[in-house]
């Protein structure tokens, strides 16, 4: 079931044009002022985590340059003709998507090479696009090397990676780089409220704000966060829903910890640490928002938490009331190295 709407909101949502892609203006803008100037090269080189639009950059890049409702490459692709509709959908013949994880192999690589000799059918360009590339052998990237070395004036490469460390410098330096950011949370938060408004669902802020949080700048964790609560909660999801469909604690339970463990009173927390292990929670992630509480409380007792934390006020003002006793956060800052 969730994977169904998974599957229904990705593609009602993923975007089709440069202006849609949410959070890489510093891509998206260049990859137009290039085409614009007739400077695109042949070789593409997208590096950044996953799930923060890497192949939905790759196919908009490749309706660019396929579009055939235009006479040339284009910074605006129609998203009609039966090029970028094709795009869209997968399944252009010009524009070949490959996972390099399992098509790792000097043959895989070879095959590649020999149909890329061949003109583009029914397209300007034939255009391949390598999806998780570090994974190839180091025979199938010498083999790819050739080809990035001398490629036919019709063939662009698209190699995308979420480790960029992996990539040959070989290849690296045939390639025009492009990183990828993670998604700032307020962009994340004004994209779910967008779909939220569109599928009819009430939220709080509070409970957006925590889905957008735990996405951690992933824009496709954020949506597939937001599957999971649509299919949970039907059309109005509370903070409440959030925390029990992520399995996380609540940052007031947090805070109760954060003061035991400053006060050294070990039995409330221990109390605290039984009761969420007993509700069930994730207790990996519980382990990272404690960490994560006592930076912030860091970050609260000695700078400018409103700007440099995206929290909820409420959260900001209590992290701040915290143990006035300690106002340079010294106490905090040896729990804090104590981790
Ligand atoms: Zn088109």
Not at 136 to 162: D, R, V
Not at 315 to 321: D, F, G, L, T
């Amino acid at each position: 079931m969730a994977d169904e709407r998974y599957l229904v909101l990705a593609r009602k949502w993923r975007p089709q044009t440069f202006e849609d892609v949410i959070g890489q203006e510093h891509i998206t803008r260049t990859l137009q002022n290039a085409i614009t100037s007739g400077r695109v090269g042949h070789a593409f080189l997208f590096i950044g985590s996953r799930g923060i639009g890497k192949t939905t950059t790759a196919r908009i890049l490749s309706k660019a340059l396929n579009c055939s409702s235009a006479s040339g490459p284009t910074p605006t692709p129609c998203g009609a003709c039966s090029n970028c509709a094709s795009i869209a959908a997968g399944n252009n013949i010009d524009v070949i998507e490959i996972d390099g994880a399992s098509n790792n192999s000097v043959d895989n690589v070879r095959e590649i090479r020999e149909h890329v000799r061949m003109v583009p059918s029914g397209s300007r360009y034939k255009i391949y696009i390598i999806d998780e590339v570090h994974q190839l052998s180091t025979g199938a990237f010498n083999a790819l090397l050739k080809t990035l070395e001398e490629p036919p004036p019709h063939a662009i490469f698209i190699l995308a990676t979420t480790e960029a460390s992996k990539i040959p410098a070989t290849i690296v330096s045939r390639c025009q780089r492009y990183d990828f950011r993670r998604v700032p949370l307020g962009r994340i938060q004004d994209l779910l409220r967008r779909i939220l408004v569109a599928e009819g669902v009430t939220c709080s802020d509070e409970a957006l704000h925590a889905i957008a949080r735990s996405a951690d700048g992933g824009m496709r964790d954020a949506e597939s966060i937001l599957d999971q609560l649509l299919s949970y909660c039907g059309e109005t999801i509370t903070f409440q829903d959030v925390f029990d469909v992520l399995g996380l604690v609540d940052w007031r339970v947090l805070h109760e910890l954060c003061d035991a463990v400053l006060s050294q009173d070990i039995a409330k927390q221990l109390t605290i640490v039984e009761d969420v292990v007993a509700s069930g929670k994730d207790l990996s992630q519980f382990v990272e928002d404690i960490l994560r509480y006592f930076r912030n409380l860091l970050v609260c007792k000695t700078a400018d938490a409103k700007k440099l934390l995206a929290l909820p006020d409420d959260e900001i003002q209590s992290m701040q009331a915290h143990d006035q006793s300690d106002p340079a956060g010294g106490a905090i800052r040896g729990v804090v190295e104590g981790f």
